[in-house]
């Protein structure tokens, strides 16, 4: 910007050919009319500015201004929260407004405080009366020094006409000064383009209220920017955002848009508020309304463990989409299994919950129960038949009866229980009950010895042999063979130990 001052110089000029020339009095009158006509216009020009080439500077000015000195159309400006336009004028003006914590003034209140209106607004314009008519007096004055002294009238007339003419100009558009400043202002220079980030900075007892922004360019007068603001969101049914809310900025009247967006999983329903239209000074609200879509979930797989971390029993499926609950507490899922009992110290955490897309397990462990087991001793014959004890009257042809008399009540003694068997029985087994992981042992030889009728035990001798020795029945034991499960600790199943009893005769060696 800079001052044109070639007008002050030619009129000078003019001033000295004019006064040197004129030589009646009407002459001068009209002359010197003619310069201060020349002159006003001069200072007029003068203060005129030559405005540069567009720039590619902002300068921003920061002000902080009392609520109470504003007008109510300026209080209809105010824009909430902090300044975020782009710079992308000449000069830039952010009129931070606070409001005294004891006033009960409202942003849009008509009532003026008192005295407010001997103030001047900032960038307010008064006329100053006393300024104009004290210019035209001058400029009377100094047509009247034209019919004075010729000495120094031209001097004076220079003067009076200078100081007149400024009067004249000056006093219509004296400018108010700022008395509704908080603090100092501010002034900046930023290049177009960047985003405003200025933050209001707390006054001491003064809540901040909102900024008024206005701006202009060379060649432009001052225009206040108005600004609307419409804010995008992406709710679910029940008002969870599922998106990032989005802003749209414009001014006042311009029209504005929105559109639905494409969410995954989600699927569009309606639209709360006015997809389109145009901004105005309140904030307005557009929602879109979207359902969340079925998603098949990854399955819960509730397993039936022992202590050992293996299964006993087939393990039960939970299936559904992600987002559904599911529950494995009923009585459906803890199952009572045979011989467990189930460890409700080691009950696991997720019983309860969420179907979500990674897979889920749900582990109940049970503890084996103690089983009742039986141990069951089986007395065979050498074919693998019951063992039948014989009767000893036919035994080997009745060879025995002449020899002992009342053979037929003589009897049999298992050495293992001392139980008495009789002739011609079958030899019951021997079930004894246990429990499992209990030791048990039994002995290698089972021994029916023979007891004559007196309950005393006896050997049957049939016959002497030529050698000398006797032959006979001895006992009848499993001499050739010991079963291999005769000892050992109970399993969870029975147990099943087989002797196979064959007659032991005299003529057989002791084993």
Not at 291 to 311: C, D, F, M, R
Request: proline share 5%; with cysteine; hydrophobic share 30%.
């Amino acid at each position: 910007m800079q001052k044109v001052t070639s007008w002050k110089t030619n009129i000078t000029s003019i001033i000295f050919v004019l006064t040197k020339e004129g030589n009646n009095t009407y002459k001068k009158l009209c002359c010197y009319i003619f310069i201060s006509i020349l002159l006003f216009a001069a200072i007029f020009v003068g203060s005129s500015t030559v405005h540069a080439a567009e720039k590619n500077s902002s300068t921003i000015v920061y002000d902080y201004t009392d609520i109470k000195f504003l007008t109510k159309e300026q209080k209809d400006r105010i824009v909430k929260g902090n300044p975020n336009e782009t710079h992308a004028n000449d000069y830039e003006n952010y009129q931070f407004i606070y409001q005294e914590k004891s006033s009960k003034v409202a942003i849009n209140s008509t009532d003026k405080p008192p005295g407010e209106r001997l103030l001047l607004k900032t960038g307010d314009s008064a006329t100053n009366i006393s300024l104009i008519i004290l210019g035209f007096l001058l400029v009377g004055g100094s047509v009247s020094v034209l019919f004075w002294k010729k000495g120094y009238r031209k001097q004076i007339l220079l003067f009076l006409v200078m100081f007149g003419g400024s009067g004249l100009l000056i006093g219509p558009s004296i400018q108010a000064a700022e008395n509704s400043n908080l603090k100092p202002q501010e002034k900046i220079v930023s290049t177009k383009g960047i985003k405003e980030t200025k933050k209001p900075v707390p006054i001491s007892g003064y809540n901040y209220v909102g900024y008024i922004r206005t701006v202009k360019n060379d060649n432009n007068s001052p225009t206040p920017i108005q600004q609307g603001k419409v804010v995008v969101n992406y709710q679910d049914e029940d008002g969870t955002s599922i998106a990032p809310s989005e802003t749209l900025e414009g001014d006042f009247g311009k029209p504005y848009s929105s559109s639905v967006k494409t969410i995954a999983r989600y699927k569009f329903m309606e639209v709360r508020g006015k997809p389109t239209g145009t901004f105005t000074k309140d904030t307005q609200t557009i929602t879109y309304i979207y359902k969340k879509l079925p998603i098949v979930a990854a399955k819960v797989t509730v397993n039936y463990l022992n202590e050992n971390g293996n299964q006993i029993h087939k393990p039960q499926i939970i299936s559904g989409n992600v987002g559904d609950s599911y529950d494995a507490s009923s009585a459906a899922y803890q199952l009572k299994i045979d011989g467990y009992t189930m460890d409700t110290a080691k009950m696991p955490k997720n019983v309860t919950g969420k179907l979500s897309e990674q897979t889920q397990e749900v582990n109940y462990v049970y503890k084996k129960e103690v089983q009742a087991v039986t141990l069951t001793i089986k007395f065979v014959d050498s074919s693998g038949n019951p063992f039948i004890l014989p009767d000893l009257t036919t035994y080997n042809n009745g060879s025995f009866v002449p020899t002992y008399p009342n053979l037929n009540q003589y009897r049999m003694l298992l050495d293992y229980n001392q139980q008495v068997y009789y002739q011609n029985q079958v030899v019951p087994d021997i079930v004894i009950k246990g429990k499992e992981g209990e030791p048990y042992s039994l002995p290698k030889k089972m021994i029916f010895n023979i007891l004559d009728n007196q309950g005393n035990p006896v050997r049957l001798i049939a016959s002497s042999n030529p050698d000398g020795s006797s032959s006979g029945i001895m006992n009848w034991q499993n001499h050739s063979s010991t079963p291999t499960n005769r000892e050992g600790v109970l399993p969870s199943e029975n147990v099943v130990v087989t002797y196979q009893i064959e007659t032991y005769s005299m003529a057989t060696p002791e084993p």
